[in-house]
């Protein structure tokens, strides 16, 4: 059994006076590993969204192989972006114990953009008749993602982890 006032330490530097609890730095960076692994799956279905909708709209091939490729480009710097905020986001949310908080808006916002990226080409590919099967995947995503708000909005510093 971890003994947790083994567990926290005193620094000096920017967190001077501050008790640091190791066990919401492990933390830190298993949601951080999950904020990315996440964040690329959005990437890559983003991807998806973006050719369905340039198979309906391109009328030359060349043109939609080069705004495929600029938009994979686009997506790979808004998740290189992600990885570098969501570390930075979490550490802050360590600093003000309120990283559960953090956590959950982030992977609110993750899920509501899986959601409608996976939601989006079943629309396109079925115009006009709806396979409920398909729609439990952007459904289940779209539930985590309102959760997961309702968690972040109604969570304050009570709640603490660790």
């Known amino acids: 059994m971890l ?20 066990l919401q730095w492990i933390l ?10 996440l964040g690329f799956l959005c990437l890559i279905s983003a991807r998806n969204l973006s050719l369905s909708i340039l198979q309906l709209f391109a009328d030359n091939r ?23 905020f969501a570390e930075y986001y979490y550490r802050e949310g360590v600093a003000k ?5 953090h956590f959950s808006l982030v992977m609110a916002i993750q899920l509501f953009c899986l959601s409608a990226a996976h939601f989006i080409p079943v629309l396109i590919v079925s115009i006009t008749d709806i396979y409920w099967a398909a729609l439990l995947l952007p459904g289940m995503e779209l539930i985590g993602g309102i959760t997961f708000f309702a968690l972040h909005k109604f969570s304050g510093r009570r709640h603490r982890i660790a």
């Open 28 to 37: 830190v960076y298993v949601f951080w590993v999950i904020t990315v692994g």
């Open 97 to 101: 114990n309120i990283l559960w908080k």
């Open 62 to 84: 060349w043109t939609a192989s080069a705004i495929d490729k600029m938009l994979f480009i686009i997506l790979a710097v808004l998740w290189l972006v992600l990885v570098i």
């Open 3 to 22: 003994n947790r006032k083994k567990l926290i330490k005193k620094v000096r530097g920017k967190f001077h006076g501050m008790k640091i609890n190791w």
